[in-house]
């Protein structure tokens, strides 16, 4: 089973995302479990504060790396436990689904979800958190960006999709992009009394014909939406 520690200052966000379709099922079977680990219970003086302003000036706060440790030290940690440490943060290396292959494999993951301007640097490097992006954008929190994250890896948890070869075909798995995908009706007659046929080859029942249509339209979408993958994924020069 994989565990799952989320340190926030907002625990009532989880499981969220996680307890829903075939996530919630895994998660009420058992094979994965999530504590939330409330930071504000680790807060500074009579006000509890677990923020404070930069050194050097500029907007915001930032979260205490006191207030990280405390928290850190208030979780049963296994040592003989295959465990990694993940701070989401804008700053990080993107995620990709290479990553998520990785991380999936751990025992346990324990997760720092920031806030405002982010966490103490010291915090980061003493504990030996990995810095994770999921991408290049900036939320308000960590706490979305650790439920991508987490929902990413847990379906890769052997068992937790129904159709475990439904992994194999998905976008990134070789550097191209899923083929479109299509189901009934075969023919759609939309509000307008329009028409719209499923391509011809899907039901015709040649599975070689339909493997070659989807990857030639998985090799055409690449080309589109991600001409950094095309190379990759083709070994073709896009020029
Ligand atoms: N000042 C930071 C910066 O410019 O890099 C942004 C802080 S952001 C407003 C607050 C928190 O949201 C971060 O500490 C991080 O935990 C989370 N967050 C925001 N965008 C993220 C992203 N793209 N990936 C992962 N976490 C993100």
Redesign the pocket.
């Known amino acids: 089973m994989l565990n799952i520690k989320i340190l926030t200052a907002y625990p009532e966000m989880f499981p969220g995302a996680l307890g829903y379709s075939l996530i919630g099922k895994a998660l009420e079977e058992k094979k994965f479990c999530i504590d939330t680990i409330d930071l504000r219970k680790f807060g500074i003086g009579h006000r509890n504060n677990i923020d404070d302003e930069p050194f050097g000036g500029g907007p ?1 706060m930032v979260l205490r790396p006191d207030v990280v440790e405390k928290a850190l030290l208030s979780i049963n940690i296994d040592p003989k436990k295959n465990s990694k440490r993940i ?6 290396e993107l995620l990709n689904q290479e990553k998520l292959g990785i991380l999936s494999k751990f025992n346990e993951l324990v997760i720092l ?7 103490d640097q010291r915090a980061i490097e003493v504990f030996n958190f990995e810095e ?11 706490e979305i ?1 650790a439920q991508v994250l987490l929902e990413g890896c847990i379906r890769l948890i052997p068992g937790v999709l129904g159709q475990s070869e439904s992994l194999l075909e998905e976008s990134f798995s070789d550097n191209l992009l899923e083929y479109p995908q299509y189901t009934r009706p075969k023919v759609w007659k939309d509000i307008n009394n329009r028409l719209y046929e499923v391509p011809e080859v899907l039901t015709s029942g040649n599975h070689r014909k339909i493997k070659e249509w989807r990857y030639d339209k998985s090799v055409e979408k690449t080309k589109i939406n991600r001409s950094d993958l095309y190379y990759k994924g083709t070994g073709i020069k896009d020029d």
């Open positions: 915001g701070y989401l943060t804008p700053s990080g979800c920031g806030r405002f301007e982010g966490v994770l992006s999921i991408g290049n954008y900036v939320l308000a929190g960590g960006a």
